[in-house]
């Protein structure tokens, strides 16, 4: 069974980093086949792609994000990270990580993990 | 404004069935057959329950169904019960690079 699951800190204060892990069990992201998505949603609100990496470190960035974001991969550890620079209260949401087989052609993420809630606060 | 569109919310009472509408453009909707549909609980993340317009994957309950006319992707649920009151939103292939679009969302209340 595929889990996927996202680790750090619930609270940042704004202009800070938000730094978030998400480790994948029951997979390995270097086999292929797959992007690695972070998706986040704001409070009562849709999901927002913000953006996706293969294992070979390619990357794609949300248009509206991307002078700020960095999704990057640790195949060793199984795990993709993103970093997203200067918050504001504006990227207070819960982050979701997600697979996604877009590269093999299954157009729909089939495994999601948690997700954590972020709060960017004094 | 998310890149496809859905109604905001839908209700029905137990045993009816609804639908969920989905709407996009050739780009996207309408011109691949692509299109998913995730149940969220609050609290929880959302779970894939159908896939490729119409193909529910393993675990995924019969009462879900889903269909496609012109630019429009439809969610059905018959047999409506409490616990399918949850939020529903579509997700569809697009020929950009993003490659995936979100559709707003939709809250099911079961009356």
């Known amino acids: 069974q595929v889990q996927l699951q996202e680790s750090g800190p619930g609270l940042v204060k704004p202009s800070q980093t938000l730094s978030l892990t998400c480790t994948v069990s029951?997979?390995?992201?270097?086999?292929?086949?797959?992007?690695w998505s972070w998706i986040r949603q704001h409070p009562g609100k849709g999901l927002e792609l913000i953006g996706y990496?293969?294992?070979?470190?390619?990357?794609y960035y949300s248009p509206s994000l991307k002078s700020r974001l960095t999704i990057s991969v640790d195949t060793s550890q199984n795990q993709f990270s993103l970093k997203l620079n200067s918050v504001t209260a504006a990227d207070t949401a819960v982050y979701y990580c997600?697979?996604?087989?877009?590269?093999?052609?299954?157009?729909?993420?089939?495994?999601w993990g948690q997700g954590t809630l972020v709060t960017v606060s004094s | 404004q998310s890149a496809l569109t859905q109604p905001a919310s839908v209700s029905g009472s137990p045993g009816q069935s609804i639908t969920i509408s989905c709407t996009g453009s050739?780009?996207?909707?309408?011109?691949?057959?692509?299109v998913s549909w995730y149940q969220q609980h609050p609290g929880n993340a959302p779970k894939l329950i159908i896939y490729?317009?119409?193909n529910r994957p393993s675990g995924a309950s019969h009462r879900f169904s889903g269909s496609k006319s012109g630019n429009t992707a439809s969610l059905t649920i018959s047999g409506l019960q409490a616990e399918d009151e949850a939020d529903y939103f579509c997700?569809?292939?697009?020929?950009?690079?993003?490659?995936?679009?979100f559709g707003g969302g939709t809250k099911l209340t079961v009356l």
């Open positions: 029951g997979a390995s992201i270097s086999s292929g086949g797959y992007y």
């Open positions: 490729d317009v119409s």
């Open positions: 990496i293969y294992y070979t470190g390619s990357t």
């Open positions: 050739l780009s996207d909707v309408g011109g691949y057959k692509y």
């Open positions: 997700i569809s292939y697009t020929s950009t690079s993003i490659h995936l679009l």
């Open positions: 997600a697979r996604d087989g877009a590269y093999s052609g299954n157009y729909y993420f089939d495994y």
